[in-house]
């Protein structure tokens, strides 16, 4: 009878939770739609806020906390600590892109860039849209010398969030390694 009770249980979480999860991926894509056609930095920022704002919802007030805990040790540069909460977070929530992107800056900070790719290849294979990781791919190819993986990661930020005055630069400093000198 309890096993009944517990399955029954289960289902009505879960049959409510997909309409939710549904409602959440709607308003990430019109989110999206609307920074990729935002007219001014100050738009596109707010939009940017929101859909941040969106991703960090994991659905798991213990995965939020790690992630808050991750990014306040973030801020105050503790990061061996920051590494150990996104850690955590990776482990137990593995299909959380923000754990991952967590885990990439913690890494990028420490100037592991090895690392750091591979976090951020996680975060883009489960969140192809993540500009913010798109645009750590750019920094670190950049930094390693490899500009044309770096204009190209660029290059994509922009069809995703095309008011990043960073990336603008970025792509300009980059073009005439990439591209050359047009005569």
Do not use: C
Not at 110 to 129: I, K, Q, S, T
Request: aromatic share 6%; no cysteine; glycine share 6%.
């Amino acid at each position: 009878m309890n096993f009944k009770s517990i399955v029954t249980a289960f289902l009505a979480t879960v049959m409510i939770s997909l309409p939710i999860a549904g409602l959440a991926q709607d308003r990430l894509d019109t989110l999206m739609s609307e920074l990729q056609q935002a007219e001014d930095e100050t738009s596109a920022l707010r939009l940017e806020n929101q859909i941040i704002t969106e991703w960090s919802k994991s659905g798991s007030p213990a995965m939020d906390l790690l992630l808050k805990r991750g990014r306040d040790a973030l801020d105050v540069s503790e990061l061996d600590a920051a590494t150990e909460h996104f850690r955590a977070l990776t482990d137990h929530a593995p299909e959380f892109a923000e754990g991952w992107h967590g885990l990439a800056l913690a890494y990028y900070q420490e100037e592991r860039f090895g690392p750091a790719l591979d976090a951020l290849e996680r975060v883009l294979a489960l969140n192809p849209e993540h500009f913010a990781a798109l645009r750590g791919v750019g920094a670190i190819h950049e930094q390693l010398g490899n500009e044309v993986l770096a204009y190209g990661a660029f290059e994509q930020v922009l069809t995703l969030r095309p008011h990043d005055p960073d990336v603008i630069d970025a792509l300009e400093r980059l073009e005439t390694k990439v591209k050359g000198v047009t005569l």
